[in-house]
């Protein structure tokens, strides 16, 4: 990633600056951008947090994390010694105003040494415990009031439910305007994310039959094979449809549903993604079971590894009712989509890590062909893979050589690595360059992250009164619970993953 745009003097503020997520993303992302020389030629990350660390513990944290998280890996001496120039540490306590003082100290002495007025970017990487206190000490302090150069980065959870998140949105805006708010959804930093919207309406090809007249139904999968980790304590209270659907998912429905943008405008794209969200059918409070299905895994085998169970998971109780798996049936209520399933799934500890997205088209009205060369009839279908085999394909019938008539379904494929020959930037990075661009495209609204919360709301509603009896009720290494296949219409499947399908390789 390199580009020609000049960014102004930046501070970058992270609360929670010897946090995980400061360890794993932003500091490898914010060095990645570094060695690309697409940070501003004056810039400081200040790193504050509770605990006393002195700069020699923090540059060996940093860089530890830069040699196992970022995308270029190694880490030079002198390029290393040069961006530690840039790195302060502060600490003191985020609901005190001491630490407020100093950071505006801090950040005058270096517009002072710049010569320069600096924006400053306020990254919340606390736990969610400290969205409320952050905002209100920085408005406070006199921090907040500069509606150009002040910002404020959010990281989901966004709430926990709607009320909780009309809560923070509310803290929020109490201190800065929406235009200086940037809600980060990292999935809406991946490449093959944006290039949704690039295929969708830079060419003239598919828009015209990507409606309901051509399209059958569409499923979006987002599988990780990796089970909870270390995160116990924030999924038990968070499980998948917070974790995953509220957010990821949606995002991903939205740029597949959504119509096109007039232009390429952060507010006029929002606009556009909110209204997929607003014409989500509700799903009705005695259909949740019909329209959703929860699972959560049990022990099992990743490969020839045998991994345990979530309940077996460190700092998940012994008899939790979360849920590592949801998969639900959505229907978009607009002239576009009408009565088209929209099938998303997404589950920890399944055989693969993939996320696509499939557009199944109906069949051909008539088939023209005879029965015997059409034995092995598939109807067409478009890819979108996300990740990791970062392309597009499409699949559609072909004759197979030879004096029968037979017919074969064939691929096209686009693949990222072979069409371009420059390096995927990490989204983290695209998104923290979009902030000091000061870019807001990539970052959900408040309207856009309340109305995700309205649609999972009668879920999040019904789930509590009907404990599920049957979990754990899929093994770690499968496709989640039987059940699954109950949501889908007559005739529609859950697909292969590319790659798996392409070789035949049947799911476990
Ligand atoms: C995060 C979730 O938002 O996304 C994690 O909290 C999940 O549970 C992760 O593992 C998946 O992101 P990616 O980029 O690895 O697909």
Same mark, same amino acid.
């Not at 509606?147 to 509310?170: C, F, M, T, W, Y």
């Not at 360059?433 to 919360?453: I, S």
């Not at 049957?470 to 496709?479: E, I, K, L, V």
């Given at each position: 990633?390199?580009?020609?745009?000049?960014?102004?003097?930046?501070?970058?503020?992270?609360?929670? /600056?010897?946090?995980?997520?400061?360890?794993?993303?932003?500091?490898?992302?914010?060095?990645?951008?570094?060695?690309?020389?697409?940070?501003?030629?004056?810039?400081?990350?200040?790193?504050?947090?509770?605990?006393?660390?002195?700069?020699?513990?923090?540059?060996?944290?940093?860089?530890?994390?830069?040699?196992?998280?970022?995308?270029?890996?190694?880490?030079?001496?002198?390029?290393?010694?040069?961006?530690?120039?840039?790195?302060?540490?502060?600490?003191?306590?985020?609901?005190?105003?001491?630490? &407020?003082?100093?950071?505006?100290?801090? $950040?005058?002495?270096?517009?002072?040494?710049?010569?320069?007025?600096?924006?400053?970017?306020?990254?919340?990487?606390?736990?969610?415990?400290?969205?409320?206190?952050?905002?209100?000490?920085?408005?406070?302090?006199?921090?907040?009031?500069?509606?150009?150069?002040?910002?404020?980065?959010?990281?989901?959870?966004?709430?926990?439910?709607?009320?909780?998140?009309?809560?923070?949105?509310?803290?929020?805006?109490?201190?800065?305007?929406?235009?200086?708010? !940037?809600?980060?959804?990292?999935?809406?930093?991946?490449?093959?994310?944006?290039?949704?919207?690039?295929?969708?309406?830079?060419?003239?090809?598919?828009?015209?039959?990507?409606?309901?007249?051509?399209?059958?139904?569409?499923?979006?999968?987002?599988?990780?094979?990796?089970?909870?980790?270390?995160?116990?304590? &924030? &999924?038990?209270?968070?499980?998948?449809?917070?974790?995953?659907?509220?957010?990821?998912?949606?995002?991903?429905?939205?740029?597949?549903?959504?119509?096109?943008?007039?232009?390429?405008?952060?507010?006029?794209?929002?606009?556009?993604?909110?209204?997929?969200?607003?014409?989500?059918?509700?799903?009705?409070?005695?259909?949740?079971?019909?329209?959703?299905?929860?699972?959560?895994?049990?022990?099992?085998?990743? /490969?020839?590894?045998?991994? $345990?169970?979530?309940?077996?998971?460190?700092?998940?109780?012994?008899?939790?009712?979360?849920?590592?798996?949801?998969?639900?049936?959505?229907?978009?209520?607009?002239?576009?989509?009408?009565?088209?399933?929209?099938?998303?799934?997404?589950?920890?500890?399944?055989?693969?890590?993939?996320?696509?997205?499939?557009?199944? !088209?109906?069949?051909?009205?008539?088939?023209?062909?005879?029965?015997?060369?059409?034995?092995?009839?598939?109807?067409? $279908?478009?890819?979108?893979?996300?990740?990791?085999?970062?392309?597009?394909?499409?699949?559609?019938?072909?004759?197979?050589?030879?004096?029968?008539?037979?017919?074969?379904?064939?691929?096209?494929?686009?693949? %990222?690595?072979?069409?371009?020959?420059?390096?995927?930037?990490?989204? %983290?990075?695209?998104?923290?360059?979009?902030?000091?661009?000061?870019?807001?495209?990539?970052?959900?609204?408040?309207?856009?992250?309340?109305?995700?919360?309205?649609?999972?709301?009668?879920?999040?509603?019904?789930?509590?009164?009907?404990?599920?009896?049957?979990?754990?009720?899929?093994?770690? /290494?499968?496709?989640?619970?039987?059940?699954?296949?109950?949501?889908?219409?007559?005739?529609?499947?859950?697909?292969?993953?590319?790659?798996?399908?392409?070789?035949?390789?049947?799911?476990?």
């Amino acid at each position: 990633m390199e580009t020609n745009i000049k960014l102004k003097p930046t501070v970058f503020a992270i609360f929670g /600056g010897s946090g995980d997520l400061t360890w794993r993303k932003l500091i490898p992302s914010l060095f990645d951008l570094y060695q690309d020389l697409n940070m501003p030629s004056d810039f400081s990350i200040i790193a504050l947090d509770r605990i006393r660390l002195n700069d020699k513990e923090l540059h060996k944290r940093f860089r530890d994390g830069i040699e196992k998280f970022s995308r270029k890996g190694k880490v030079d001496d002198k390029v290393w010694s040069k961006f530690t120039r840039h790195i302060y540490y502060k600490q003191g306590d985020f609901t005190k105003s001491k630490i &407020y003082t100093i950071l505006k100290e801090q $950040c005058s002495n270096l517009e002072k040494e710049w010569n320069a007025k600096a924006q400053i970017i306020f990254y919340m990487a606390t736990p969610p415990l400290m969205f409320g206190e952050i905002p209100k000490h920085l408005k406070e302090a006199g921090l907040a009031n500069d509606r150009e150069r002040a910002r404020i980065v959010v990281e989901k959870p966004i709430g926990h439910d709607i009320a909780s998140a009309l809560k923070l949105n509310q803290i929020l805006t109490d201190s800065f305007t929406e235009s200086q708010i !940037f809600r980060i959804d990292h999935y809406l930093g991946k490449e093959t994310v944006q290039n949704i919207l690039a295929f969708r309406f830079a060419n003239p090809l598919f828009e015209p039959i990507w409606n309901r007249r051509y399209v059958d139904y569409v499923t979006i999968t987002v599988a990780e094979d990796l089970g909870v980790e270390h995160r116990g304590e &924030y &999924y038990e209270k968070a499980g998948a449809l917070r974790d995953m659907v509220q957010n990821h998912l949606m995002q991903l429905l939205c740029l597949i549903a959504m119509e096109p943008m007039v232009s390429f405008d952060a507010d006029e794209i929002r606009n556009k993604k909110v209204d997929v969200l607003h014409a989500i059918r509700p799903i009705p409070h005695d259909m949740v079971n019909q329209s959703v299905v929860r699972g959560q895994y049990g022990r099992g085998y990743m /490969g020839s590894k045998k991994v $345990c169970g979530y309940r077996k998971e460190s700092k998940v109780s012994k008899d939790s009712n979360t849920e590592t798996f949801v998969a639900l049936k959505l229907f978009v209520d607009n002239r576009r989509w009408q009565d088209v399933p929209f099938y998303l799934r997404t589950g920890k500890r399944l055989p693969r890590q993939v996320s696509e997205v499939t557009i199944q !088209f109906r069949a051909v009205p008539h088939k023209s062909f005879p029965p015997e060369a059409t034995l092995d009839w598939q109807t067409s $279908c478009l890819i979108l893979s996300i990740q990791p085999d970062e392309g597009i394909v499409l699949r559609f019938q072909a004759k197979q050589p030879g004096t029968m008539l037979l017919l074969n379904p064939v691929t096209m494929r686009f693949n %990222y690595q072979e069409s371009f020959s420059v390096p995927i930037p990490d989204a %983290y990075e695209t998104l923290l360059w979009d902030v000091m661009n000061n870019d807001a495209t990539l970052f959900m609204r408040a309207d856009q992250v309340e109305a995700a919360w309205q649609i999972i709301m009668p879920i999040l509603d019904a789930w509590p009164g009907q404990p599920p009896a049957d979990f754990p009720n899929y093994s770690a /290494g499968t496709w989640g619970p039987e059940e699954t296949n109950g949501l889908l219409n007559p005739g529609h499947h859950w697909p292969l993953p590319m790659e798996l399908s392409e070789k035949n390789i049947s799911p476990k």
